[in-house]
């Protein structure tokens, strides 16, 4: 899957490109690079290997114990306050009460063992759902507490399962894509999924990495499947619960309260959960309609348009990203249904908008880019859609601690009910509360910011830490191909040809691409050229400066060998990331109709840390035997390209080396290399 945004360029080029001007002066500064699980390339993706990355993805912005979370994320629930505090009343009634203070839940499973537990929320979420039919008959009958135990949710490009969560009882949600009939027989899907949920046995599991990091794979799961501005989730470890909330600047949680001494707080979560809106769960309100007749309107010259979306052709697989999501499109009402690209994406809000430089281009002279068809910064409930305003909203108003850490205060190791007014070990005595302040909201005020919690923690300020990302849309004419899905060699070359013209036509406009992967070539769909796309991570040349944005994201096997040591961005690692787009194209690809090979010596470059992956490479490079095993190790496809590589290491590795210094003239040497082997190659 692939941003698929082309210019077709009728017009024939010379074979030999003119020589180009002398060098620009480097002119980016280093800006800090923060690797995402979005940026693998050809991976297998086994839970052992995403685990760690995914954790680092998160862990610089994640924030737990932020106050008022509760409020925050279900104070917009109509009727919730009144609500709870009836059928907390109806918990209470009765010979045998759900619910008795001072001992807690009754039923519940002194083991906390997953199965046990699943069988008990059913079983009360079962009695809740009646009584808000009684008291709310406009709520809606279509959630259910989903039981996930052992099962694998289809939907999602790897095999996961999910202990617990919100679905949609019926079986289908606005983007669900699963047309089975038979929702007794039919697997869960992710698309169902509305709330994420994780279950532990034991309490001390609250505070350890094992629990937050299991939900928030789901969490990427279904940013991965559905049409999502954020996920929320929860963790029950023991009796003690914590909630969560993803989105593209991270995930922060609540601070961890006991169900049993806290019923009210509870209830008021799983009524909240089964009673907000799609668009309060996260969904995305502007994709509109459901699956397979999905929309977006745009306002265009004064009129509104609608697109139809009429396929999903990309998106970035991770939470801490831009999200890049793609799809093809045409205009409502044009009956030749001329394609276009729509393109979503959160960028940082400091860097330049991609729309802006697409519009600008072609008056600059630039060719070989997609052709510009229009561009906004998104809104929702008629404010920009950004994360830590739109999105986040009364949660940036006060910020918890940055990181669980080593406990240095003892867990209560049981899970059985407590008393709520005995001392709990690890935790504040606090009296019996009235149910309309529960103790979750009393205990923050209590305490003070250095014992909220049961580990230790360092405090800082929310922006020091947190990207804002913004929801831009970048819409564009002339689908393409991947080069995955060139029908021949001749056709990748193509495809470079093409690519590496647009990038020197860019760098002479003032910009330069600066993230050059696979993704970002395509092929016309006549195959006869090719084109960059994806220019969110571009900089103009004037800027002296460093981009504000904290993190480079994007594809960390294709960048070149200077890059990965720090070094500051020039259009040479550009070309030398070109190299290695082709590299990676010869060892994987097996021909239009075979799948992509899965080398593990080669997917373990998504995994290596920069400075071992840069040495990696420099091996490959200098090192003769190295190379020529690695030429061998090109798939029978893509041996005819051999050739080609071998001439394109002399250019851009001069003497078997690493470049040091900048040369114009290596555009005209990798063109003319590149022109040389499509001549010899057969269409």
């Not at 979750?440 to 300020?461: C, D």
């Not at 496809?637 to 114009?664: A, D, H, T």
Request: aromatic letters at 10%.
């Amino acid at each position: 899957v692939f941003d698929l945004v082309a210019l077709t360029r009728p017009s024939p080029r010379p074979i030999t490109p003119p020589l180009s001007r002398p060098s620009f002066p480097s002119s980016f500064q280093q800006t800090l690079w923060r690797f995402t699980t979005g940026g693998f390339e050809g991976s297998s993706e086994f839970r052992k290997q995403v685990d760690s990355p995914l954790k680092n993805e998160l862990l610089p912005s994640l924030q737990i114990d932020v106050p008022d979370f509760v409020d925050a994320v279900f104070g917009c629930v109509e009727r919730l306050e009144e609500l709870t505090n009836t059928i907390f009343d109806l918990c209470q009634e009765g010979d045998t009460p759900l619910y008795t203070e001072g001992s807690g839940w009754a039923q519940w499973p002194s083991s906390a063992k997953e199965e046990r537990v699943l069988i008990w929320l059913q079983e009360l979420m079962g009695h809740l759902t009646v009584w808000v039919g009684e008291h709310s008959p406009c709520a809606t009958d279509s959630r259910q507490i989903y039981r996930g135990s052992g099962i694998y949710l289809d939907g999602a490009p790897i095999r996961r399962k999910m202990d617990v969560g919100f679905t949609a009882g019926n079986g289908q949600s606005r983007t669900d894509s699963n047309t089975d009939k038979e929702s007794d027989t039919r697997k869960p899907n992710w698309s169902e999924i509305l709330v994420t949920g994780e279950l532990k046995s034991n309490v001390d599991q609250d505070g350890q990495s094992s629990a937050w990091i299991d939900l928030s794979t789901y969490a990427r799961e279904v940013f991965y499947v559905q049409d999502r501005r954020f996920v929320l989730g929860f963790t029950l470890c023991g009796s003690r619960m914590r909630l969560w909330h993803f989105d593209r600047s991270g995930a922060s949680g609540s601070s961890s309260f006991d169900i049993h001494q806290d019923g009210f707080a509870f209830i008021r979560v799983m009524l909240g959960y089964y009673l907000m809106t799609e668009e309060q769960l996260g969904l995305d309100p502007t994709v509109q309609g459901p699956e397979k007749k999905r929309f977006v309107e745009i306002t265009r010259d004064g009129q509104v348009e609608r697109l139809i979306l009429t396929a999903n052709i990309r998106k970035q697989w991770a939470i801490v990203s831009r999200a890049t999501t793609c799809w093809r499109a045409y205009r409502d009402m044009d009956e030749t249904k001329k394609p276009l690209i729509v393109k979503d994406s959160w960028q940082d809000e400091e860097r330049p908008e991609e729309g802006l430089l697409i519009q600008e281009a072609p008056n600059g002279g630039v060719e070989n880019i997609a052709r510009y068809y229009y561009h906004e910064t998104v809104h929702v409930n008629r404010e920009i859609d950004d994360t830590l305003g739109n999105v986040r909203r009364g949660l940036m108003k006060a910020c918890g601690r940055t990181t669980f850490r080593q406990r240095s205060l003892k867990m209560p190791g049981a899970s059985a009910p407590e008393s709520q007014g005995q001392a709990v070990a690890g935790q504040m005595q606090i009296p019996p509360l009235s149910r309309k302040r529960s103790a979750i909201s009393a205990q923050l005020e209590l305490q003070s910011p250095a014992t909220r919690s049961h580990s230790s923690f360092q405090s800082q300020e929310p922006e020091k830490l947190l990207d804002n990302r913004v929801h831009r849309r970048v819409i564009t004419q002339d689908p393409g191909k991947s080069l995955y899905e060139a029908s021949s060699p001749r056709a990748i070359i193509n495809a470079f040809l093409g690519a590496i013209h647009g990038h020197e036509s860019l760098l002479k406009f003032g910009a330069l691409h600066r993230d050059i992967s696979i993704g970002n070539i395509l092929l016309t769909e006549n195959e006869d050229d090719g084109f960059p796309i994806d220019f969110d991570l571009s900089k103009k040349i004037s800027d002296d400066h460093a981009s504000g944005a904290p993190n480079k994201t994007g594809t960390k096997v294709f960048m070149a060998i200077g890059a990965l040591c720090g070094e500051p961005h020039s259009f040479m690692h550009d070309l030398e990331s070109f190299f290695w787009v082709l590299f990676w194209i010869c060892i994987h690809d097996d021909g239009r109709d075979a799948k992509r090979r899965i080398v593990p010596e080669y997917e373990d470059w998504n995994y290596l840390s920069t400075q071992k992956l840069a040495d990696l490479k420099r091996g490959i490079i200098t090192e003769e035997e190295r190379f020529n095993q690695a030429i061998a190790d090109f798939t029978p496809y893509c041996v005819p390209l051999s050739f080609c590589i071998q001439e394109l290491r002399k250019y851009i590795f001069p003497n078997g080396r690493r470049w040091f210094g900048e040369n114009m003239q290596l555009y005209s040497q990798i063109l003319g290399v590149l022109e040389k082997a499509r001549g010899n190659l057969k269409s």
